[in-house]
């Protein structure tokens, strides 16, 4: 099973220990309520309601039974219809549906994916899309502003901050760091690098992690069971 220990902030936690344990809860806690923040953006996962693989042609986006772009029921039953030309993605509305670009209205529009750094964002009430590329996979993620997780939201249960687990360890490097495959939940596999071990002591025992650092603000790590 795969494990995250969240950095707060990024690279200190496990890597350095704070010297005042109120600051070290302080520091936790802001970094707790800015997860909160994100989680509840518009952009936040809590928004996410939908993704659909991207067919070569024509491909129907609404929550009709004919769509292959499939949208939440609250959403028009035809939407418009992306169509793929191997890379090149375009979106065009369906007559007498609104769809904005930037508050703008349009009709037909190229469809930027966001390994591009300036993804088209697509938006028709609640309800806002873009294209995203997975490998050699394109497809819509679907976000809805009113979606019911975001809306029902009651928090994240944590453990409370306990100053045992804040300890210091030694990296040490590897002289050939290896690559980890590791599923994702949208179906693809991502090759990640793990640059060596950390190496720290608690209760008097030696122990070891061999991580790979995700997206700059936490660590990925592996355990036998659930339970460990």
Known sequence: MFRRL?????????????ADPK???AEVD???QARLARL???SGWLTVVGLSWLQEGANPAGSGE?????????????????TRTGERITFSADPGVTITADGKAVKTVEMLADDTGKPTTLSSGTFTWLVIRRGA?????????NAPAR???KGVERFAVDGQWQVSARFEPSATPRKLKI???IGTTEELVMPGTLVFTLDGKEHRLEPVIEDGSCLLYTSPSPRD
Request: charged share 15%; no cysteine.
């Open 6 to 18: 969240w950095m707060v902030p990024p690279m200190t936690a496990l890597l350095l220990a704070a």
């Open 23 to 25: 600051a070290h809860q």
């Open 30 to 32: 802001t970094w707790h």
């Open 40 to 42: 509840q953006s518009d």
């Open 66 to 82: 004919g769509a292959t772009v499939k949208f939440p029921a609250t959403a028009p039953r035809t939407l418009g219809t992306f």
């Open 137 to 145: 996979r394109l497809g819509v993620r679907i976000r809805d502003s």
């Open 151 to 153: 809306t029902g939201f």
């Open 183 to 185: 599923a994702t939940v």
